[in-house]
């Protein structure tokens, strides 16, 4: 075939309800599909791993809206690429306005993504950026906050399979040949995409073109073929699949359970993905909210072991993410912090608190019609042990505990300290 075009283009969905998974942004009533139908586009940041409909739903946007759409990527584009498309707003084809669809925006430095606010900021283009990293850690706030966030996330093999379902249809066409795939191997790549519709389309056309050239009218895929497209028939997978998250939540899970040998697996499975971002930011989570004050120090070690990896990269990095793993598995554990802070969140969210304490307050006048004068602090260091009885949270929850101290040899030390200290014993 001279068509050289990849079948994942070939077969891109031109309308909302041909794009796979998304339904919790997608579906009936929700909050994208409602915004798309609209055809009034907002800026719009769209985070999520690779093949899981950001492009497509990108392209829907621009057509739907009746903009002409200008795509760059980050990874090579450049200030100079912006300015070029602004460049030609003034001409007949973008009276109407542009959408401007930069792909993979994380790789824009402050400078470059701080050139895109004049951009935006009058209305004549309209940004979609897109990411595979967390945009609250590697967007910059001036653009995220001009900019709506939507999660996209790994496709179920359910759904991939109805998307190859029609990609057969497409190369029937193409080889003028009735192709015939497997169940098994229909299975097999959709669990081993991990969620990504592209990487399934990408070896369904490998298995088809190592299978079209034999001389039979019709072209038979097997599991063997499928297994071969993928490079990847040694890892097994079970019958509903390992996505991405659920590998993730896996790691998190052992690490929590104190098995090492588990945690070190499930490393294994996500270093064979490639995505060290989501590794190194899960590794972070682990430290912090499963060891927590159990062993303080656990973080600063992670945060190193983070950190030489990324320097490295693969292959190398598996060594300094497998000892974070371990130390995390092996170490004692408190939630402790976890807790403490969630209960407190929940009080804001939920019940009125409150105003700060006079005592708290940065006083520094009383004016003349304030009949309480005096901030009435008292100042730790001037106390025994530092430290002299006074309120600290408003009156509303005065008597609220958050924290409470972990049973673990750390915590505890801690708790003793406290309880000779304030003489709560």
Known sequence: MGNQVPLAVS????????????????????????????????????????????TTVANIAAETAGKKLYKLNATNASVADVKAIISQLDGFDTIDGVILYLDEIQNFNKKQQQSLLEVI???????????????????????????????????????????LERAVLYLQKEYSKTIHVEQSAMTHICHMANGDVRKALNALEIAVLSCASVPETDIFIKVTDAEQATQRASLKYDRDGDGHYDLLSALQKSIRGSDP????????????????????????????EDVGLAYPGAITIVKACVDSALMLGFPEARIPLAEAALLLATS??????????????????????GSVPRQLQNMHYDGEGNLEKGQNYLYPHDYPNHYVKQQYLPDAIKNKRYYAFGENKNEQAYKNYWDKIKKEK
């Open 121 to 163: 900021e009058n209305g004549k283009v309209t940004l979609i950026a897109s990411t595979t990293e967390n945009p609250y850690f590697y967007i910059y706030n001036a653009i995220l906050s001009r900019c709506s966030v939507f999660e996209f996330k790994p496709v179920e093999p359910e759904e991939i399979q109805s998307v």
């Open 332 to 353: 004692p554990k408190s939630n402790s912090a976890y807790c403490a802070i969630n209960a407190a969140l929940y009080d804001i969210e939920h019940i009125d608190t």
């Open 261 to 288: 040998d588990a945690a070190v697996h499930y490393l294994a499975r996500l270093i064979t993905s490639g995505d060290i971002q989501s590794i190194c930011r899960r590794l972070m989570v682990i430290a912090c």
């Open 11 to 54: 077969v891109r969905p031109d309308n909302i309800d041909l794009v796979a998974g998304q339904k919790h942004i997608l579906g009936e009533g929700k909050i994208l599909r409602n915004i798309l139908n609209s055809g009034k586009i907002p800026n719009m940041i769209f985070y999520g791993p690779s093949g899981t409909g950001k």
